[in-house]
């Protein structure tokens, strides 16, 4: 799922493309992706997109008078931009396509899941209502990082990945974040102390802004094109088994539900391996209990 640095460069390449631009239409090409019905389709034909913003992981589009289109990529959703000239009427996996004056924005998913979503809305109330309410990570004050972390007693894992308390951290950068942080996935929040805590404030931010940094540099200027969650250039998360860049152990993971933990046993676990749910308790005694084990 696009997260808080690939969602802020594909708003500030929308920015370049179609800020002060007139919408001619929206075509809704799949009907699932339409999650509204009013304010119509036809109350932003003719209107200029005003500004851009991120609401969490979402893209929102301002036509001003309170008018309101907003993106949610979800897990496969993607944008493509074609200018004008080379603009055809539909491209791959596309299930809507905004008409500007200078050229069409694609919005596309792959699979066969179907979660992105459209939403139009009316009003900065209905605006609101879509935000789940999580603090910018990247502007929150020492405070409010320690508040929003320690609200509940969840793992550092699913706190960081939670919209309530942090806006815009998903499953790949909330990985990179605790390999940076040097910290178990798992530690609990409510058990960290004020260093931990500070620790992984830091690790946040910097992993946020540095993978920022590298997806607006291979924009180049243009409109990003390989929006994926798993990188080369990431430490542990997608690496399953291949080497640690700081230690060189193999990089560990745990599966649960539809999501992931990655992991490296000696820079974030102290040398253990964390149980798995399921394999885990098939091996039992033979689960390996150190990354020396295994």
Not at 24 to 37: A, G, N, Y
Not at 164 to 177: P, T, V
Request: proline share 5%; hydrophobic share 40%; net charge positive.
């Amino acid at each position: 799922m696009p997260e808080l640095p690939d969602v802020t460069v594909y708003v500030e390449a929308l920015e370049r493309h179609v800020a002060g631009k007139r919408l001619d239409r929206i075509r809704v090409l799949t009907p699932f992706v339409l999650r509204s019905f009013d304010p119509p389709l036809d109350a932003v034909a003719g209107r200029t997109v005003r500004s851009l913003r991120r609401i969490g992981k979402r893209i929102v589009l301002d036509f001003g008078d309170g008018l309101f289109a907003v993106i949610h990529l979800m897990i496969a959703g993607r944008l493509v931009w074609k200018p004008a000239g080379k603009a055809t009427k539909t491209t791959k996996n596309a299930i809507a396509a905004f008409d500007f004056e200078n050229g069409v924005l694609f919005f596309t998913e792959a699979g066969s899941r179907k979660r992105a979503s459209l939403t139009l809305v009316r009003g900065d109330a209905a605006l609101a209502a879509l935000d789940p309410g999580g603090i910018e990570p990247l502007t929150a004050s020492a405070s409010e990082f320690r508040d929003a972390l320690t609200r509940e007693n969840h793992t550092v894992k699913r706190a960081l990945t939670d919209p309530h308390l942090f806006s815009g951290i998903g499953n790949a950068y909330s990985d990179e974040i605790l390999h940076a942080a040097r910290m178990s996935p798992m530690k609990l929040t409510k058990s960290l102390g004020d260093e931990e805590i500070e620790r992984l404030r830091r690790a946040t931010r910097e992993t946020l802004l540095s993978w920022t940094d590298i997806l607006r540099a291979e924009a180049g200027g243009g409109f990003p094109e390989k929006v994926t969650a798993f990188r080369d250039g990431m430490a542990v998360h997608g690496r399953f088994g291949k080497p640690c860049p700081v230690c060189q152990s193999p990089v560990q993971r745990i599966v649960y539900a539809e999501n992931e933990a990655n992991y490296c046993a000696r820079c974030q676990t102290e040398g253990r391996l964390l149980a798995d749910r399921s394999l885990s308790r098939l091996l039992k005694d033979d689960w390996p209990k150190s990354i020396d084990d295994l």
